[in-house]
């Protein structure tokens, strides 16, 4: 998937799939120790999210965030519950002395 995008298109997408694959394996309880290569996720269309192998139960988000930062969040719900995500956006404090990366 990632050889088919195009150059300018790569860079981000390879974050996207790494900041995917990090919060779903975090959610699991295992961490980056357990391999990347333990899961994957397809992109279908423009909005598609696929975890591979498939797992029932599972909800992703993924967003871009200013300074095209990725924020990616994994959530295993019960049957029949909804989920509602709220993302509020705030500036960081300024701390003096200290400058922001």
Do not use: Y
Not at 27 to 53: K, R
């Amino acid at each position: 998937m990632l050889r088919r995008c195009g150059d300018k298109d790569r860079t981000a997408r390879f974050v996207e799939l790494w900041t995917l694959k990090e919060a779903f394996l975090k959610s699991e309880g295992q961490g980056l120790g357990s391999g990347l290569d333990t899961c994957g996720f397809a992109f279908s269309g423009t909005s598609n999210l696929c975890l591979s192998p498939a797992r029932s139960g599972w909800s992703f988000f993924l967003a871009t965030w200013p300074a095209a930062g990725r924020l990616a969040i994994a959530c295993r719900a019960r049957t029949g519950v909804s989920l509602q995500l709220t993302i509020h956006s705030r500036q960081p404090q300024r701390v003096p002395g200290v400058e922001p990366l």
